[in-house]
């Protein structure tokens, strides 16, 4: 049974079984002629291997800022930002700091949630959305339940198939109006449009893009990036990646989708990012899951 609150998160059932989890390696060589990062950025999602999954249950959309709002009223819950007073946001040139930057000041001080109470909640670390699930009688979803809700039973790159199109995500390339063809692009887009987030990230509100995954879900390429319960492990030790990938192990946990301000190979469906789980930005975010109740399981197998 779920609590009022649980069913106020739009759960879509997902039927069980055997499912394929990472990248087929044919796609991450495509992958390494057609983007800029080093091939081994993508190693993590090697090899691909059979997992079997418990029927669940994955919320329509990311957790918005409205039902946060619900949640930290009723409970006087203080994220990690606000108790530690400032927030991740990307300036001119990189990631910085910025004093009073949190999930009702997403951009800090001078911004606030006025328009954006559909958007997804931002500046959001692991203890924070693990917090909002307690309350609301859920979980969050494992890294593989997630994979598998992003592309189906059948694997593809992004949620809608195989091509990626600027207007079905909220990332870069949405915003630029054009594909960008690597890091140079990016940061000519970036400089050019980062001084219009005055007022907050430039997250939409949830739903609004039509891509969905094949089991009606939105979201689940771009917008914010989200947490999952699962601890960063590699799927094999001669997975071909970045060192940097393996001191990850173990220590970090699993985000996944990508965020606004993403290129179009980062929120695809197999893409991988440990993050420590004390992290936090304006593009962090999460979405609820839970366990199919019993009397529904037998059927969904």
């Not at 530690?84 to 001119?92: D, E, I, S, T």
């Not at 307690?134 to 059948?154: D, I, K, Q, S, V």
């Not at 091509?163 to 949405?174: Q, Y």
């Amino acid at each position: 049974m779920t609590t009022p609150v649980a069913d106020d998160h739009d759960l879509i059932s997902l039927p069980g079984g055997q499912i394929l989890i990472g990248a087929p390696r044919r796609h991450l060589t495509d992958l390494a002629g057609e983007q800029p990062y080093p091939t081994e950025w993508f190693g993590d999602e090697t090899p691909r291997h059979a997992l079997t999954l418990a029927p669940f249950r994955l919320a329509r959309h990311p957790v918005t800022n409205a039902q946060f709002t619900r949640f930290a009223e009723a409970s006087g819950y203080r994220t990690d930002a606000e108790r530690r007073g400032f927030g991740l946001v990307y300036g001119r040139s990189y990631w910085e700091d910025r004093d009073g930057a949190n999930w009702r000041h997403p951009a800090g001080p001078g911004s606030d949630l006025t328009g954006r109470q559909d958007h997804p909640v931002v500046h959001i670390s692991l203890a924070d959305a693990t917090a909002y699930c307690t309350w609301a009688g859920l979980r969050l979803p494992t890294e593989a339940e997630w994979e598998y809700a992003a592309h189906g039973p059948h694997w593809r790159p992004w949620p809608w198939g195989q091509h990626f199109d600027p207007g079905l995500a909220n990332c870069a390339e949405h915003w630029a109006g054009e594909l960008l063809g690597g890091l140079e692009d990016w940061r000519r887009w970036w400089s050019g449009y980062h001084p219009r987030l005055a007022y907050g990230p430039a997250t939409t509100p949830v739903g609004q893009f039509d891509g969905a995954s094949p089991f009606g879900i939105d979201d689940m390429a771009g917008n914010v990036n989200e947490w999952t319960s699962s601890v960063y492990w590699l799927y094999a030790p001669e997975a071909p990646c970045d060192q940097v990938m393996r001191y990850a192990q173990g220590r970090y946990v699993t985000i996944r989708g990508g965020g606004w301000m993403n290129l179009r190979w980062q929120v695809r469906t197999t893409e991988r990012v440990a993050s420590d789980a004390t992290h936090y930005t304006w593009a962090s975010g999460f979405r609820c899951a839970a366990d199919e109740p019993d009397e529904f399981a037998g059927e969904a197998a």
